[in-house]
Structure formats: structure tokens, C-alpha cells
């Protein structure tokens, strides 16, 4: 595996469902992010790790809860999910946080709640 | 406010016919300026960094342009392949990247 993976690549869950999205990245970078992108809007940025710690968390519903086991693995655990959080679930990683280093994505989870 | 507008939202063009997609943007201090391509259900991926007026890169049929308010990104000649959705992005004083909502671009053979 190269780059940044992500799993599953789609999702449908109820509203009193609990699920994971998983994260890898095989680059070696520090830092690590989680999008929300929805149709014709831009990328809303929700939380960001930089070696293995939360240093953004944009206002983001506790329903969504990020997990950081190390610098090579991102989760966001789902519960309780509204259906206007269907979207696309991106991750990202880059080589140091708070810099212009170049982000780098996975593929995305496609998120429909039901 | 630090923002970025894209324009236009879609264009459609045919095989072979060149123009240019627009980036505006406001902020604080420019730190760079990227450009990724997103292809349907597949995550943005990389073009270029801009980070000073003036500057310009190329890449295939591709040319990023950047002044002290908007880059461009031309593209010449283009094929149906290069068809996709163009996202420019900036950083924000805190490094966190302040996205445009793309600009869909239709290549018709």
C-alpha cells in the first residue's frame, strides 16, 4: 500500500448506529486530518493530529469522535449520526502540521445516514 | 474574513478549446497557494504550489498563475481526460487550509 488508505469506502448507517472510518498513511508524515466534504460546498476541515495529538478541533457535534493510536493511523468513531452528515469523509496527511507542507489524501468514505 | 471564491462553478468546453479557471482570494499574508484535482469519488490530488505573485508551473496541459489577489489555472488544448473538479485552497494565519468550492470542468470530446 502506498500513500493515503481509507476504509471502508462506503457507509450507510441508521441514526442509532455506531461505526468507524479508518485512516492509514505509508508516507511517514506527522501530521494527520480529517475533512467533511458535501455536495458543491468547500472542504470543511474537522480535526487535525500532528504526532499522534489533537491540535484542531473546528467546532465539530461530539457525535464524532477522533481517535490518533499513532502517527501512521487515524480513526473517527460515528454515533448517533444526523442525515445531513452524509457526506464525504476525507483523510489527509501532511509532513509537519502548522506549515505549507502539501496535504496529501485518501480516497474518502462515502457516508449516508439513514 | 479569510476567503476563497472559485469561478466559474461548472464550464464546459469542447475538445481542443483553452481557458482559465479563477481563484480569488482574501487573506491575511499569503503562505502559498495550492491547486489539486478531485475525479469523481476519489479524493483531491495534488497539482501545484504557488507562493509568491508572480510566480507560475506547468504541468502538461496545465499552468498555474498566481497575482496578489488571484491565481489562474489555464489549461491548453485540454482532452476529455482532464476533465474533473479543480480545487484551490490557501492557509489561514493558523496553517489550516481555507478551500474554494471547486469549479467543475466538462471536456467534450
Known amino acids: 500500500e502506498t500513500g493515503v488508505t481509507q476504509t471502508p469506502r462506503h457507509l450507510v448507517m441508521g441514526m442509532t448506529n455506531k461505526k468507524s472510518l479508518k485512516c492509514e498513511q505509508h508516507l511517514g508524515h506527522n501530521a494527520m486530518y480529517w475533512y467533511k466534504q458535501s455536495a458543491k460546498k468547500p472542504l470543511e476541515l474537522m480535526f487535525v493530529y500532528s504526532l499522534e495529538e489533537r491540535v484542531e478541533n473546528n467546532s465539530v457535534p461530539s457525535r464524532f469522535s477522533p481517535e490518533c493510536p499513532n502517527s501512521s493511523h487515524l480513526f473517527l468513531h460515528l454515533h448517533t449520526l444526523q442525515p445531513e452528515d452524509s457526506a464525504l469523509y476525507l483523510c489527509?496527511?501532511?509532513?509537519?502540521?502548522?506549515?505549507?507542507?502539501?496535504?496529501?489524501f485518501g480516497p474518502g468514505t462515502r457516508l449516508t445516514v439513514l | 474574513e479569510d476567503q476563497v471564491t472559485q469561478s466559474p462553478e461548472a464550464l464546459r468546453l469542447q475538445e481542443g478549446e483553452s481557458s482559465s479557471l479563477n481563484c480569488s482570494y482574501t487573506?491575511?499574508?499569503?503562505?502559498?497557494l495550492f491547486w489539486y484535482r478531485q475525479d469523481p469519488g476519489k479524493g483531491p490530488e495534488f497539482l501545484f504550489t504557488l507562493y509568491s505573485a508572480g510566480e507560475e508551473k506547468e504541468k502538461e496541459r496545465l499552468k498555474a498563475t498566481l497575482t496578489k489577489k488571484e491565481s489562474f489555472l489555464h489549461i491548453t488544448a485540454p482532452k476529455p481526460e482532464d476533465s474533473a473538479t479543480y480545487l484551490c485552497a490557501v492557509p489561514d494565519s493558523n496553517y489550516q487550509l481555507i478551500w474554494g468550492a471547486g469549479t467543475k470542468l466538462i471536456i467534450k470530446p
Open positions: 489527509a496527511s501532511s509532513q509537519d502540521w502548522s506549515s505549507t507542507d502539501t496535504q496529501y
Open positions: 487573506v491575511s499574508g499569503l503562505r502559498g
